[in-house]
């Protein structure tokens, strides 16, 4: 009877990680990472492929036409601009351009932000976009692979998610126990 509890209390804390885990709603995110160094000027352009206009989600128009726009983001690149100026840029044009639900910040793989490293998210639907340099030098960005501080569950309202559960989980098994007893 013992072993059912553990099991169902693990089963239990699974399930809450999961929960804790999973995207809110329906969120699209990409991170990016800048390196390089510009030796000219020039315009570093994001086209932003937005599928779904709406906030309630990609199909919309008549007959459940999908609508699909695109937006241009254009950050203004200087002679000797470097990474994570270029992040920086990034961030603030797309704040900047006011595109319904979208939004852009540093992310934070080791703790501290990182000014190369701009994370651009969309509350619901789906995106995609693409890049351009006109400006001269090695200066690109390149999608990065999300880091634990992107996970949801490591994130603190997670984190205190989870130890709800488990301190909830802690006090019912406390109960039962003293019942049967």
Known sequence: MRTHRHLWSAITACVALAIA????????????????LST???TFSRTIIDIGSE?????TGPFGIMNVQSNVVN?????????A?????????????????????????????????????RQTGSFSFSDANSAPGTLTMNASAFTVEDAPAT???????????????????????????
């Open 85 to 121: 100026a270029l992040g920086v840029a990034l961030r603030d044009a797309i704040n900047a351009a006011g595109l319904p639900g979208y939004s852009s910040r540093l992310t934070a793989p080791s703790g501290a932000a990182e000014s190369d490293r701009p994370k651009m998210t």
């Open 55 to 59: 906030p309630n989600g990609p199909i």
């Open 21 to 36: 885990s999973a995207p809110a709603h329906a969120q699209t995110a990409q991170a990016t990472k800048a390196s390089g």
């Open 40 to 42: 000219g000027t020039g």
């Open 155 to 181: 994130s603190t309202p997670g984190l205190l998610l989870l130890g709800a559960t488990l301190a909830l989980l802690v006090w019912r098994e406390r109960r039962r126990s003293r019942r049967s007893a």
């Open 75 to 83: 950050v203004p690149v200087t002679n000797n601009m470097g990474p």
